[in-house]
């Protein structure tokens, strides 16, 4: 069932996720279809998430926008430190940023990058995990991760748990998506996108993510990631209403893989799916090693941290001798 409504705000708006907006040229979602996709999400009970643009917006959206309760995903090089102020989730696009940046605890921290940025700079997140309450990782070339990067993934997860566990032991909390998710979790916990969220894109259309508007296929020909196309991936508009073909492939229930997995805090993310293996259901090798290698070391720091006596849920992440789970498809 459909909950959460993204708003891209403007063609440029930020990405929060693992998709690349190279879009360059400012394109403001109408007013009126602004108005008509908050008018959706209060018929549906919805609950908005507005993704803005690097430029403040003018004083008429802001005041439409203000008409509902909502979330808000801002670029961490927003001209409108207004909005930087307010929002729920602060994306950080170069690591640089983050050196002298101001947390607060009331706010999530989305770093977005590439395996190589993160290979030489994540040390950097010692730091900016004492000084905030939330920390996502958000890598852009998960496909291009080989098994010499898994190695060395599971070493930077390894060196960052120990960081973890010192917040823990200082009384911190701390969350961190690659590992202390997983921790908590008991089920599935996804992105779910096409099922627990759809996306209104500056065209006035309907997408499943922001991703699928800024990658299309038009009249069988592939598009570039950047391109837009009006036929696209959309799933309806705000004047023709949503038009999910297929609804039951976004659910867990209809991924054969990840349905039985429990690498719970794994985002499954239905784009990449699509991208790597032609499937929205179907995640690659890379997804699926990532997210296990996460679960593992989480396993590890679970038992650590409970060795505190710091306050931690009753859980169990068990031991298993595979990182794909296609490798053991057999014996399920």
Known sequence: MIQYFVILLD????????YQNRKKEHKLISIDDLKA?????MKEN?????????YELPIEYKEVMNSIDSHIFVPSICEDKNAIEVADVIVFNEWSLLTNW???NSQTCVIRTSKEEYFNSYLALMLVLEKTSRVNIIFTDVDTFTDADFQKYNQTLDTLSLTITKEYAKGHSVQFNLLTDRMMLKEMNNC??????????PDGRFYICPAFYYDGVCDGKEMSLGDVCQKGYAIGSVKDGLDIKNPQLYKLDYAPLCRSCDAYHCKRCIWLNRRTTLEVNTPSHEQCVMA???RNVARQLLADIRTLGTFIP????????????FDVRKEW
């Not at 063609?11 to 693992?18: G, L, M, V």
């Not at 919805?46 to 690097?54: A, E, R, T």
């Open 192 to 201: 779910g996108a096409g099922d627990t969220n759809i996306t209104l894109a």
């Open 46 to 54: 919805l609950m908005v998430q507005y993704v803005l643009p690097d």
């Open 11 to 18: 063609d440029t708006s930020t990405s929060y996720c693992h």
């Open 102 to 104: 101001n947390f607060d």
């Open 314 to 325: 009753e859980n169990n992440i068990k031991e298993i001798n595979y990182l794909d789970p």
């Open 37 to 41: 996709g908050i008018f959706f999400a």
């Open 292 to 294: 296990h290698i996460e």
